[in-house]
T-cell receptor, first 111, second 111 residues
Framework: GQQLNQSPQSMFIQEGEDVSMNCTSS?????WLWYKQDPGEGPVLLIA?????ELTSNGRLTAQFGITRKDSFLNISASIPSDVGIYFC???????????FGKGITLSVRP | DGGITQSPKYLFRKEGQNVTLSCEQN?????MYWYRQDPGQGLRLIYY???????QKGDIAEGYSVSREKKESFPLTVTSAQKNPTAFYLC??????????FGSGTRLTVV
């Protein structure tokens, strides 16, 4: 089945730094989504991407839908302590398909 | 405000007991999902339902059961056949190919 690959499992950065996360697949996806999960809570949608090549921003977050439709990246600029959490990528392969999730990257921000 | 509500937030189960986790949404979404989350393992799909009175097994359905008698409700029963039920359980709903909306989760612990 389809898989989304996120690595590394954990990232540690200093407050104020930028960080970039990748999500890759061997399959083509029609939609890419990025979620953030705070400790003890459910994931919350950060950014949704619907077209190959699309670049979308949401505050300090920027995400892109790869031109091959097999990858996406999320960039967080000027990190702050509340950016800590697990970041999941997810995607749809076709109409009415279930979302496929990556295993997530746990981000830690040192003050 | 529309949303998806999971209850209880924390649940304790004795060995050999069945327990039911509640999930209710008022988003008018057709599809609903149950995921299990263990540290470092991402989100694993237990069951999903795309319409009322119909549901399908996900990747780890053994030891779990669900029902979908109303569009708004998708309860999950963790049965005594589930040998390792301690985990964080997440419910989600969606409309077609849009992203999932998650509840805030239920943490189940076997005592």
């Amino acid at each position: 089945g389809q898989q989304l690959n996120q690595s590394p499992q954990s990232m540690f950065i200093q407050e104020g730094e930028d960080v970039s996360m990748n999500c890759t697949s061997s399959s083509i996806f029609n939609t890419w989504l990025w979620y953030k999960q705070d400790p003890g809570e459910g994931p919350v949608l950060l950014i949704a991407l619907y077209k190959a090549g699309e670049l979308t921003s949401n505050g300090r977050l920027t995400a892109q839908f790869g031109i091959t439709r097999k990858d996406s990246f999320l960039n967080i600029s000027a990190s702050i302590p509340s950016d800590v959490g697990i970041y999941f990528c997810a995607g749809h392969t076709g109409a009415n398909s279930k979302l496929t999730f990556g295993k997530g990257i746990t981000l830690s921000v040192r003050p | 405000d529309g949303g998806i509500t999971q209850s209880p937030k924390y649940l304790f189960r004795k060995e050999g007991q069945n327990v039911t986790l509640s999930c209710e949404q008022n988003l008018n979404h057709d599809a609903m999902y149950w995921y299990r989350q263990d540290p470092g393992q991402g989100l694993r799909l237990i069951y999903y339902s795309q319409i009322v009175n119909d549901f399908q097994k996900g990747d780890i359905a053994e030891g779990y059961s669900v029902s979908r008698e109303k569009k708004e409700s998708f309860p999950l029963t963790v049965t005594s056949a589930q040998k390792n039920p301690t985990a964080f359980y997440l419910c989600a709903s969606s409309h077609r190919d849009y992203g999932y909306t998650f509840g805030s989760g239920t943490r189940l612990t076997v005592v």
